[in-house]
DNA sequence: TAGATTGTTAATCGATTAACAATC
DNA sequence: TAGATTGTTAATCGATTAACAATC
């Protein structure tokens, strides 16, 4: 029972520091410092040294980080030593690119298995996966015992599909849907709707 | 020449704001209060309020706000009354996705042109655009004035187009690659990783 | 040792909330 | 009129930065 909470914003920079750490080491770095990262992540140096101290001291005065421990400890902190099984929920072109992606491999996540409503998608392949009848879901990702679903519905269905992944005992949600989804509290949710992003972007164009 | 500069945290909710306030156009309705907008949002009535008097006073005591009015407001703000032409790089999955995306549909935006640098996907067709050829990327962009990119490509090769976007006169890059780009002030960029939206997720499960 | 860099404190800065007068 | 809801102010809360003693 840690006693603080650490602030959520806090929370939301670990995967970047940690993929970043991820690239130096492939490029055969041992060591990396506050400032370093502070250049290659566009957060300032003492807020990276701020932020991780919320979890321990994991530098060294004088020669900073050593970047495999480093690494071994946010992954531990984010509880991706270990791997999830993720739920895909819709099997559209947004699905399909999802169910794709390489670059869940050594992220923590693996889709585990696939839902659509589409008769026509139903008991197609994709990839290693067979499209299973949304109208099982819940029972199927109930007793999987799975906590995370990618949700890449239309937004026309997505509050309903959420409430039954609820039902289910998702507790974690990347949402693809463009739609702001209503959940109890304790389930997580991210978003990712790229008009959003770019509209943001263009209030600074001209 | 407005005085005050508004926060970018501000300005990243309103993309939001708009999403719901045409949702709930096309739910008939005519009228909203920060209080609804508050509970479909996830954002504080009182912060709805402050942020759009930001821009302006576009509600009315007692009564609230109009929706289409304040959508009109909302894309004036977000200079999306326009349609901006984009170009995706990087022909793969993702990029796919996005070329079909249907969810771009009067979000002020459209893809126009698609590069990438394999041989085997130069001149094929992905809905009404025919993918082009990488080396001519900076060049065909500046020439059509282009200002905002997807890029999905590889995080391998991530920076190094990053550089030639910018050559090309982009400034607003939507980045799909799992890697940090370096771009000069003045250039904006949102991510998107799913792994990184994921793994922020499992810091609060068990 | 001298130089580098951490972890942490205190100061600053910025964002959110609560409250309410104004007014539709 | 009575009820509802805005826009705004002041208070609170939280996040960032600057600075530096500790120490590798």
């Given at each position: 029972m840690d006693a603080k909470k650490v602030p959520d914003i806090i929370i939301g920079r670990l995967p970047v520091?940690?993929?970043?750490l991820r690239h130096l080491k492939e490029q055969g770095a041992h060591t990396t410092s506050s400032l370093?990262?502070?250049?290659?992540?566009d957060v300032s140096a003492a807020q990276i040294r701020k932020d991780l101290s919320q979890f321990g001291?994991?530098?060294?005065?004088?020669?900073?980080?050593?970047?495999?421990?480093?690494?071994?400890?946010?992954?531990?902190?984010?509880?991706?030593?270990?791997?999830?099984?993720v739920a895909l929920i819709g099997a559209g072109d947004v699905g399909h690119a999802l169910a794709h992606y390489q670059g869940f491999v050594n992220s923590g996540f693996r889709i585990s298995m696939i839902f659509d409503n589409?008769?026509?998608?139903?008991?197609?392949?994709?990839?290693?996966?067979?499209?299973?009848?949304?109208?099982?879901m819940v029972e199927v990702i109930r007793s999987a015992g799975i906590k995370i679903a990618m949700l890449t519905v239309p937004a026309s269905a997505?509050?309903?599909?959420?409430?039954?992944?609820?039902?289910?005992?998702?507790?974690?949600?990347?949402?693809?849907?463009p739609i702001s989804l209503n959940v109890p509290q304790g389930?997580?949710?991210?978003?990712?709707?790229?008009?959003?992003?770019?509209?943001?972007?263009?209030?600074?164009?001209?």
């Open positions: 520091y940690l993929r970043t370093e990262l502070s250049r290659l992540v001291e994991f530098g060294k005065q004088g020669t900073g980080y050593n970047i495999a421990f480093l690494i071994e400890k946010l992954l531990e902190i984010l509880n991706i030593e270990r791997v999830w099984d589409d008769p026509v998608k139903i008991k197609q392949q994709i990839g290693l996966l067979s499209v299973q009848d949304a109208s099982r997505a509050q309903e599909v959420t409430d039954k992944l609820v039902e289910a005992g998702i507790t974690a949600i990347l949402n693809y849907s389930v997580q949710i991210q978003n990712i709707d790229p008009a959003v992003g770019l509209q943001r972007m263009t209030y600074y164009l001209v």
